[in-house]
């Protein structure tokens, strides 16, 4: 991935010289951010605004595999797994911290290729960078990013809002991540067992992006404000749509009917899916990554909504009583039950 380049070894720099290296053309633009990196601590003025704070860790071998993930593509997606957090309070985000643990196999190139896509991610999303910390690792590359935003106190969505009746909507599509990552996965186990066949992804882009490049869903944050629609509830789907939904349910103490035929499925994420044996309905499910946003409205705002091509209708929640349940596309009723995949159990089903 980076051995054909020239080659700098960290060391040469050393921590502080490093971080004054990788961080020496970035300005802020937030009005938020009074100071940035080069002090003690980063200074924030949110005014009368409500901060919010998410945090995330990547390790690889666990939640990336650097034999397909390109280390621009890796930067720019740890921040936007960020992002998506603040977005998901219906919050704006205004600043994020890096911090990264290093092996030596990683030459100063490889790193300053994983903060380009950092930076891009910053600019795309009007995001300041204002500190963080380096530092070797044993275990190959460690990354911890720390999102901050802001929001009024009366537009902040929590997961414990949705009433009886309300709307279940998700934005985008879902299952493309998780089966772009079994394709990758697939064509990388080709190469491993004959590094003469090059990987065939031709004609994929659309669900490889899903998993190497994900956006954060900063612009239904937006659109919902422009229709005057503040959610009931809200969370980002990180773990699938079965776990987000149970999630809601719990934290609103309600149940929810989910109907099968209303899950947006991509028609490339829908026909791999098909191809690999997988249903897609259970990549949607299950399969986690999409990072799009699952929220709750009143029925009142259905008429503001249901012309938004962003915005899918998916069902509906209920009393606590009737639990949450699947209606299939046969009608069959089926109880939701969360089978995402488990980052501290990379190896168990």
Same mark, same amino acid.
């Given at each position: ?13 050393g ?57 621009k ?10 992002l ?40 795309k999303?009007?995001? &300041? +960078?204002? /500190?963080? $910390?380096?530092?070797?690792?044993? *275990? ?7 999102? %901050?935003?802001? @929001?009024d ?11 009886e009746g ?33 990987? &065939? +992804?031709? /004609?994929? $882009?659309?669900?490889?992006?899903? *998993? ?7 612009? %239904?944050?937006? @659109? ?52 690999f ?15 799009e ?14 012309n ?42």
């Amino acid at each position: 991935m980076f051995e054909n380049k020239g080659r700098t070894e960290i060391e040469q720099l050393g921590e502080f010289g490093l971080i004054d290296h990788l961080t020496k053309n970035i300005k802020l633009t937030n009005k938020t951010s009074v100071k940035g990196i080069g002090d003690d601590a980063a200074v924030l003025n949110f005014s009368n605004k409500k901060t919010l704070i998410s945090t995330d860790l990547l390790l690889e071998g666990i939640h990336f595999d650097l034999a397909y993930t390109p280390l621009k593509h890796l930067g720019y997606k740890a921040v936007q797994v960020n992002l998506s957090d603040i977005y998901a309070m219906n919050g704006t985000a205004s600043q994020i911290t890096v911090s990264i643990g290093i092996s030596s196999k990683f030459p100063l190139e490889a790193i300053e290729e994983l903060y380009q896509g950092i930076t891009i991610a910053c600019e795309k999303y009007d995001v &300041d +960078l204002v /500190g963080g $910390d380096t530092t070797s690792s044993k *275990q190959g590359l460690v990354i911890s990013i720390t999102s %901050i935003g802001y @929001a009024d106190e009366k537009s902040i969505c929590y997961r414990n809002g949705a009433q009886e009746g309300d709307l279940l909507c998700v934005s985008g599509d879902l299952g493309g991540a998780y089966i772009g990552l079994q394709l990758l996965e697939r064509e990388k186990n080709i190469f491993l067992d004959n590094p003469q066949i090059q990987p &065939d +992804l031709e /004609g994929k $882009d659309y669900i490889v992006e899903r *998993q190497l490049k994900p956006e954060a869903r900063r612009d %239904i944050v937006d @659109a919902l404000q422009l229709m005057k629609v503040k959610p009931t509830s809200m969370i980002d789907i990180s773990d699938g749509l079965a776990s987000e939904i149970l999630h809601l349910c719990k934290q609103s103490d309600k149940g929810c009917n989910l109907y099968e035929e209303k899950i947006p499925i991509d028609p490339m994420t829908y026909d791999t899916a098909r191809d690999f044996g997988i249903d897609p309905t259970v990549c949607a499910l299950n399969g986690g990554e999409d990072y799009e946003l699952l929220f709750t409205v009143d029925q009142k705002d259905f008429e503001k909504i249901k012309n938004n091509p962003d915005i899918s209708i998916i069902g509906h929640m209920t009393e606590p009583a009737s639990g949450a349940h699947l209606i299939s596309k046969s009608g069959i009723v089926h109880p939701i039950k969360a089978q995402g995949w488990n980052s501290l159990k990379p190896n168990e089903e």
